[in-house]
């Protein structure tokens, strides 16, 4: 297996992996990733990014890597803040979610409206499995590790592109106490972005 990190706070996870981990500028790992899969097309190529990173510095990528249908896995945190650049907002952050520059909520028609990143992906034919999942309580853990295990077998069976999308929390950057998090994200950012298989094409 072979990960491709973006740039944000997950980063930092890429050092508890017992896997081979490259670096991929802001926004663009699913093209580092195309490539590592065309030269090693046996091994399990994924990328983690941020919803900062993939969906307001490299949309494009994705989308173009799931419309070729590309054999690999990416993987989207999304908590909708941009948390290692200071906490302000995203292409995914909901409407009335709070960040540093939108502290009296987000206001569609003034910030724009949250770009629903699954639901654009399962459109494209590339795509082979799309799933949206959280891990905010035991029950949504264990739901995310089957939806990632399922995108790993697609990519390993030659099937197409796979994608999920994980729910996430970040309590400093909602402005709310840590205890708080997994009911806000039920709330406020699931209630937008709605978990579920989005799209197999094995079903």
């Known amino acids: 297996a072979i990960g491709v990190f973006g740039i944000g706070c997950y980063t930092a996870f890429s050092n508890n992996l017992d896997c081979e981990v490259a670096q991929a500028l802001h926004g663009?790992?699913?093209s580092v990733a195309t490539g590592i899969?065309?030269?090693?097309p046996n091994a399990v190529v994924f990328t983690i990014q941020g919803d900062g990173d993939m969906a307001n510095e490299g949309l494009q990528e994705v989308l173009h890597t799931a419309a070729?249908?590309?054999r690999v896995t990416c993987v989207m945190l999304n908590n909708g803040v941009f948390g290692e650049t200071g906490g302000h907002i995203t292409a995914t952050t909901v409407i009335g979610q709070r960040t540093k520059n939108t502290?009296?909520?987000?206001?569609?028609?003034?910030?724009?409206?949250?770009?629903r990143v699954?639901?654009?992906i399962a459109q494209l034919d590339g795509a082979s499995f799309v799933a949206r999942c959280t891990v905010n309580t035991a029950g949504n853990v264990a739901n995310a590790r089957r939806m990632i295990q399922r995108a790993f077998q697609h990519q390993i069976d030659d099937i197409g592109f796979s994608f999920v999308e994980i729910l996430?929390?970040?309590?400093t950057g909602w402005?709310?106490?840590t205890a708080e998090a997994p009911g806000y994200l039920t709330e406020h950012l699931a209630?937008?972005?709605?978990?579920?298989?989005?799209?197999d094409t094995r079903a």
């Open 103 to 115: 502290l009296d909520g987000r206001d569609g028609r003034k910030d724009g409206y949250p770009i």
């Open 37 to 40: 899969k065309r030269v090693h």
């Open 168 to 171: 996430t929390m970040c309590p």
């Open 68 to 70: 070729r249908g590309e």
């Open 175 to 177: 402005f709310i106490d």
């Open 191 to 199: 209630a937008t972005h709605q978990l579920g298989v989005v799209k």
């Open 28 to 30: 663009r790992a699913p």
């Open 118 to 120: 699954s639901d654009l």
